[in-house]
């Protein structure tokens, strides 16, 4: 069964500060992986989608980047402001449809 | 993208009592998911519900529990049956778009605390 984990569980920054949120995964035989956002009482915004043969991508002030070998990914937020403050979720598929998500990462960025 | 709207957003329910929450897309699909979010939780897949066919379920979730219905291809409903306080969670409904479905694209959630 494919587990996901992701560090830290909860981080807290000054604004303008550069950050990295961490997903590993045990089965490296993914379809795609995806990071998400959550905000407080709220659904799941999608940020990023990574291809299983891409390495990275990029939207704005986030990248994601993939290791499959290695089972990992990191979501890179460049110039956190403080609306960046919600949960991040990594969730990765091995068919392509169903997902297996991570733990979160709280993320408060202090103004 | 999918635009998905879940009703209720929220609800507090006796024990022993059903809910059923309503997901609605803007556009077809083949596929959709039905999510569970326990406090402090992430989100643990119950079902899988295509047109036409009977829900597949999760490890751990049983249909007599979450029964599913989904009549067409813009539509699913997630009943939570004879409910208990342990049954108070986040649930989420799904859908995948893309090609071979590959994005995930979520409602915004149906908080349900029992009493």
């Known amino acids: 069964k494919q587990e996901v984990t992701q560090i830290p569980a909860a981080l807290s920054v000054p604004e303008g500060e550069n950050l990295v949120l961490n997903c590993s995964f045990t089965?490296?035989?993914?379809?795609?992986l995806q990071w998400f956002r959550q905000d407080p009482g709220k659904g799941l915004t999608s940020l990023l989608l990574?291809?299983?043969?891409?390495r990275e991508q990029t939207s704005g002030r986030l990248n994601a980047s993939l290791d499959k070998s290695s089972g990992r990914s990191t979501l890179y937020i460049a110039a956190s402001q403080p609306g960046d403050s919600a949960t991040y979720l990594c969730?990765?598929?091995?068919?392509?449809?169903?997902?297996?998500f991570g733990t979160g990462t709280s993320l408060t960025v202090i103004p | 993208s999918a635009v998905i709207s879940q009703k209720p957003s929220r609800d507090i329910c006796q024990r022993g009592t059903s809910l059923t929450i309503q997901c609605q897309v803007d556009?077809?699909?083949?596929?959709m998911f039905w999510y569970r979010q326990q406090p402090g939780q992430s989100l643990t897949l119950i079902a899988t519900?295509?047109?036409?066919?009977?829900?597949?379920?999760e490890s751990g979730f049983v249909i007599d529990k979450f029964p599913i219905s989904r009549p067409n291809l813009t539509f699913s409903t997630l009943t939570v049956s004879n409910m208990s306080p342990e049954d108070s969670s986040i649930y989420l409904c799904?859908?995948?778009?893309?090609?071979?479905?590959?994005?995930?694209?979520f409602g915004q959630g149906t908080r349900l605390t029992v009493v």
């Open positions: 799904s859908v995948g778009m893309g090609r071979r479905g590959t994005e995930a694209f």
């Open positions: 519900a295509n047109q036409g066919s009977e829900a597949t379920y």
């Open positions: 556009s077809q699909v083949t596929m």
């Open positions: 969730a990765v598929s091995l068919t392509g449809n169903q997902f297996y």
């Open positions: 089965d490296s035989a993914i379809y795609n």
């Open positions: 990574i291809q299983s043969s891409q």
